[in-house]
């Protein structure tokens, strides 16, 4: 199945702000009730141990990522603390408030910011999850070829796929979506609004499901990506991490330098 570029509503600057943030809320629900990406933490452990980096930038990090839940599995796995910034080129409204009232307590910070031109220091480590098909292939080498140019440690995640089991369970989640907005906190009208009265939240999530994973990487395509993008000093690990009691899986692509 060949990748296609297609466009997400998502990624439009015309997408209405109430309806961006009716989808991510979803997504993030689904997230966190499945935990996807739970299945990567010993290899990103072993990346954070390696690299000994105490601050994680993540990109395209929509309402929060996978980081509710694997932050704090995360630090006790290392044993300490870690400093986040979350960045996103339309933040969140409901992260960023929740997020910038506690920053003080949680170590964690959001920046509005495109991950192609991240405001992003020296001794970090850069994630970025379900997010790198957004970007073409020259954009996708630029993304790496900025983060070895740093000597940044970064790693990429994607539970979507170009299979028909990934698409069929995109095609599934139009239901799981009318069965699950009214469990999502914290409760917006315009949500219910955009989801059973005018049901485009479901319609959104159909298509851009569709399309994330028309758009997504092979594995032999992230390592054609990295071969490009001049990461020859690095440490890569790729591979794919089966998600339980499901036909899906994690492709992951962790980077690192040789010196770390």
């Known amino acids: 199945m060949r990748r296609l570029h297609l466009f997400e509503v998502l990624d439009q600057p015309w997408c209405p702000a109430s309806i961006r943030d009716a989808v991510t809320d979803y997504l993030?629900?689904?997230?966190?009730?499945n935990n996807p990406y739970h299945v990567i933490l010993p290899r990103l452990t072993t990346?954070?141990?390696?690299?000994?980096?105490?601050?994680?930038?993540?990109?395209?990090s929509g309402a929060g990522g996978p980081w509710t839940d694997l932050r704090p599995a995360l630090e006790q796995q290392l044993?300490?603390?870690?400093?986040?910034?979350l960045t996103d080129r339309f933040p969140h409204q409901t992260v960023t408030e929740s997020v910038d009232s506690h920053a003080a307590d949680n170590n964690v910070f959001t920046v509005a910011a495109d991950a192609r031109a991240a405001p992003i220091g020296?001794?970090?480590?850069?994630?970025i999850f379900t997010g790198f098909h957004h970007f073409p292939p020259d954009?996708?080498?630029t993304l790496l070829h900025d983060a070895v140019a740093q000597r940044h440690g970064i790693a990429i995640f994607e539970a979507?796929?170009?299979?028909?089991?990934?698409m069929l369970l995109v095609c599934l989640s139009t239901l799981s979506v009318l069965l699950t907005t009214p469990f999502i906190r914290p409760w917006r009208w315009s949500r219910m609004?955009?989801?059973?009265?005018?049901?485009l939240v479901p319609l959104v999530v159909l298509f851009d499901g569709i399309v994330s994973c028309l758009r997504t990487y092979t594995l032999d395509e992230l390592r054609e990506l990295i071969a490009q993008a001049d990461t020859a000093r690095y440490v890569w690990e790729l591979g794919e991490a089966p998600?339980?009691?499901?036909?899906l899986a994690v492709t992951f692509a962790i980077g690192y330098p040789q010196s770390s």
Do not use: H
């Open 47 to 60: 990346a954070l141990q390696t690299t000994k980096t105490q601050i994680i930038v993540d990109l395209c």
């Open 243 to 247: 998600i339980p009691q499901t036909p």
């Open 122 to 127: 020296p001794s970090v480590f850069r994630t």
């Open 28 to 33: 993030q629900f689904s997230m966190k009730l």
């Open 79 to 85: 044993a300490r603390s870690l400093t986040f910034v």
């Open 160 to 166: 979507t796929q170009r299979r028909p089991a990934a």
């Open 193 to 199: 609004f955009w989801t059973y009265v005018v049901p």
């Open 139 to 141: 954009e996708a080498r």
